[in-house]
């Protein structure tokens, strides 16, 4: 299991180098001037110069590569026009002349509004998604296993940014319930936390819980169908053993592959729903770093969800051999 861990940790460390250096050609070696292309139209020879100069633009392309890799582990320093020069600490995200400051700072505030509406949102729409789906499943044709269908249809179907519409005129709006939502500390206030972004949560979840459902429900009544699991009945195990110890581990597989690759994506950045309520989080920023053309936020967005795609396919990985006694990790 250790060498497994340590083999495709390594993987996951060569894959994220890869990205990185794509993502540092396209925006810094493919566009002939990118402080010229950062700056917009409206802009003179000397605010050019100074982006260059600020983002270490004006050195040789390979010492650019070289700096910007090396910021990652032992930090490193910005000019500024007119001022001393900004240290960035490790791992450096590059600097944004924008806001004039390292983006490291601007992903210390950002991220934690991410994770606390995924991680609230994964919890909602992995128990709900895969309990109704599994239960309708081994209800199936029941009153229950059509309701269940009915609300998969009607979660796939729906646009998140309309759901969340409709929550905010109702619960807010409407009848007062809860307040806007806004980030608040877990640590600071664990209720106010809960209460100012229970909204988000289900706005996320309530299209992920709909696709869930119907994968579970589809996986289970594939596995219901097994040799082994019939096997299982013939012998005499309680339909307790059967489904659980059985039906549910091989079905749930998966869904945990799945799993990882959306809770690791919106880890990146849940944009609609960052921006429908306003909160300020990896996704909000990086929507407004596209028309502004701040490249450095934009290519810090694309590592960080690079970097949670493949430790969330790292973390499956392992749990493979937890969950099925069939995967042997060698």
Known sequence: MLRFILKRSLIAILTLWAISSVTFFVFFALPANPA???????CDVRT?????????????????????????FVGRDFERQGREAQHCPAPCLAYSFRTNEPVTSIIGRAWPVT??????????????????????ALRR?????????????????????????????????????????????????PVGWVKALILPWFALAFIFAAQYARLSRSQMLE???????????AIGLSKRTVHLKHAFRAAITPIVTIAGIDIGGALGGAVITETIFGLQGMGWYAVRAIPNLNFPVIMATVLVAAFFLVAANVIVD??????DPRVKLN
């Open 223 to 233: 596995t219901l169908s097994e040799d082994y699991i019939r096997t299982a009945r």
């Open 115 to 136: 994770a606390s509406i995924v991680v609230g949102g994964a919890v909602i729409w992995l128990t709900v998604g895969i309990s109704l789906g599994m239960f309708s």
């Open 36 to 42: 010229e292309t950062m700056c917009g139209k409206n």
């Open 141 to 189: 044709g029941t009153v229950f296993d059509k309701t269940a269908i009915a609300f998969s249809l009607v979660g796939a179907s729906m646009p998140i940014y309309v759901f969340a519409i409709l929550l905010l005129a109702t619960f807010v709006f409407g009848l007062h319930l809860l307040p806007y939502p806004h980030f608040v500390g877990l640590l600071e206030d």
């Open 48 to 72: 050019i110069a100074a982006i260059q100069k600020n983002l270490g633009m004006d050195k040789p392309l390979p010492k650019q590569y070289l700096d910007y890799h090396a910021g990652l």
């Open 318 to 323: 392992c749990l493979y051999a937890v969950i």
